[in-house]
């Protein structure tokens, strides 16, 4: 199957470091939210959705379905112990929401695939 992946232009390369980088700013208790990329710079939903998601293929981009917004982990060599315990439990708990995603989203293949047989 072909990567469906948009040319990285000069303007998206930009795009993309910028929501990298307050991305970087953001924290669990001050995340980066659609909103604010849409309000503040001017990003629409989906726009939005697609750089996080382009980032969070390199970075740890945090995304519970509590829904309320985005973060990157922190470096884990800058952490304290406490910070580490915390921040992997935060960590553990994204992906197995991933995971529990991907499960469900398995469950819809083979439907669509005996379509027509």
Known sequence: MMENKKPLTDNRRQKLNDVYYELKKATPDNPLTKAWLRDWM???????RDLISEVAR???VVSLSSGKGYYLLPDFAALNNAEMTEYTRIRDHAVAELESRIEELKKRIEPLKAWGF
């Open 42 to 48: 001017g990003f629409k939903e989906r726009q939005s």
């Open 58 to 60: 390199k970075y740890p």
